[in-house]
């Protein structure tokens, strides 16, 4: 523990641990299978919007954009399966296409334009809500046999706990993430920019190139995000996921990743799923408890992490100016 980086993602793993471990002793039935499957299964959209989130952020940047992608995302999929005869699997290629580029073309404007991402992003929201508006203004369920199979296909785990296929889609989605952010030479530049831009620049980091390319990457998580959403919801609404990008953005800090970049573990973004997901079920099990002490925890949550990260910086320049 050496490394004071890595004080934020202890945090959240411990926090995780004793939640759980509070649950437990007052709802034994919270350690079973059926409660891991349906954590996992509740939480999917919402974990892989924040592996592209924390991508983003690790960058110092952010994207509010992608809370409307996934609305888009859904809408466009019910409509397309319902106006035209093609293959769930061939409108899901189109979406992921349209999704990636679309935040590709985010990275362009903020790289190009040297715009800020805050204002990019703000604009890509309601383009993309809009658009999800032009194609209904309704909600437009899914009636098609192999998006049916898709949603009933589970494994049963030990204890009859269901872990579904959208589960395991964002538990794939957050070992391609780790292994992007902290496997690849993309992840090192996403790293340096999150250092600083002059700083990446002089370590032969193709800024323009990596910007656009973490938009792209969270373009098409949000899409991915927006096909497990429907899947899950078995419909398309432009109204839904309202809030989410404000959502993606706690879990990522509450993992333990820095709001200023350059630091970060896009496992401990899973750990902040979990432990928000934590949180709703307990409050269900209680059933005398509101769902606003969700938000409520989370907020908590959230304004302990931001105080850590600032503590962690004054710690991090201690060092830096004692060395």
Not at 30 to 39: D, F, H, I, K, Q
Not at 136 to 163: C, H
């Amino acid at each position: 523990m050496k490394n004071p980086r890595l004080y934020p993602l202890y945090a959240t793993i411990a926090i995780f641990i004793l939640a759980y471990a509070v649950c437990y002793v007052q709802f034994p039935f919270m350690l079973s299978t059926r409660v891991a499957g349906n954590l996992l299964t509740d939480n999917a959209y919402l974990g892989i919007v924040a592996v592209g989130m924390t991508v983003v952020i690790l960058s110092g940047g952010i994207d509010l954009s992608v809370g409307s992608v996934v609305a888009f995302a859904g809408v466009f999929i019910a409509v397309m399966l319902r106006d035209t005869g093609l293959h769930p699997m061939v409108v899901f290629a189109m979406l992921l296409v349209l999704t990636t580029a679309f935040g590709a073309a985010m990275g362009w404007l903020i790289y190009t334009l040297g715009m800020p991402a805050f204002i990019v992003t703000l604009a890509g929201m309601f383009l993309a809500r809009g658009l999800a508006y032009m194609l209904t203004i309704d909600s437009v369920p899914i009636d098609n046999a192999f998006f049916e199979t898709l949603q009933r296909a589970y494994w049963l785990m030990p204890g009859k706990g269901r872990l579904t296929l959208i589960g395991v889609i964002m538990l794939v989605a957050f070992v391609i993430g780790h292994f992007v952010a902290h496997k690849t030479r993309f992840g090192a530049s996403v790293f340096a920019i999150g250092g600083g831009e002059q700083t990446a620049k002089l370590m032969g980091a193709k800024v323009g190139r990596t910007t656009v390319m973490i938009y792209a990457f969270s373009g098409f998580m949000a899409g991915l995000s927006g096909i497990v959403f429907a899947i899950y919801t078995g419909s398309g609404y432009p109204l839904a996921t309202v809030g989410t990008e404000l959502t993606a953005i706690a879990t990522v800090v509450i993992g333990g990743t820095l709001l200023t970049g350059g630091a970060g573990y896009v496992f401990g973004t899973l750990f902040g799923v979990l432990t928000m997901g934590l949180i709703q079920t307990y409050i269900v099990f209680d059933g005398t408890l509101s769902s606003w002490w969700t938000k409520m925890a989370i907020g908590i949550l959230l304004l302990l992490f931001i105080l850590l990260q600032k503590g962690l910086l004054k710690l991090t320049t201690a060092r830096t100016a004692a060395a």
